[in-house]
Structures are given as structure tokens and as C-alpha cells.
């Protein structure tokens, strides 16, 4: 929550450019519940930004989460629960 918007949306930016490394994590134990709910959380509260920047990178990053992070062994999204 850092009052400048340039620090949020370069956030989102680089949670979008780690992606496939929060796809692994979430895939070890309990990496669902310490990777991918708190991200799902700040995403969503970054799409509701009052900075039309910090809400575009956040929809890009929340865009690429949806499409690459599932399950290693099955490909199922791990999405599904949210």
C-alpha cells in the first residue's frame, strides 16, 4: 500500500514478470495458501486502484496469474477455489 502509484504499478508489473516462478512455489506444499491467495488478494485490490496505470498492470498481471499458474501434475488451475 505505498502512496506512490509509480511503486504499485511496478509492482504489479514485476509480480507479471515472476509469474512462472509463483507457479512453482504455489505448486509445493501449501503453496496455494502462502503464494497464491495473498496474490489473488493484492490483485484484486490493485484492479480496484484509483490509477488508471496501477489498474492496468495489475489486470496484465492478474491476466498472465490466470493463465499459468496451475498444477504441475494434473494442469488444473489452481484458481479454481477463488
Known amino acids: 500500500n505505498n502512496p506512490l502509484p509509480q511503486v504499485r504499478w511496478i509492482s504489479c508489473w514485476a509480480i507479471e514478470k515472476y509469474m512462472s ?3 512453482d512455489e504455489a505448486n509445493k506444499p501449501n ?3 502462502d503464494m ?3 496474490l489473488v488478494e493484492v490483485l484484486l485490490q490493485r484492479i480496484m486502484d484509483k490509477n488508471k496505470k496501477v489498474q492496468e498492470h ?3 498481471a492478474f491476466a498472465v496469474m490466470c493463465e499459468e499458474i496451475s ?4 494442469g488444473t488451475s489452481l ?3 477463488y
Open 36 to 38: 497464491v491467495q495473498p
Open 21 to 23: 516462478w509463483v507457479n
Open 58 to 60: 495489475a489486470c496484465s
Open 79 to 81: 484458481l479454481l477455489p
Open 31 to 33: 503453496g496455494q495458501v
Open 71 to 74: 498444477d504441475h501434475q494434473t
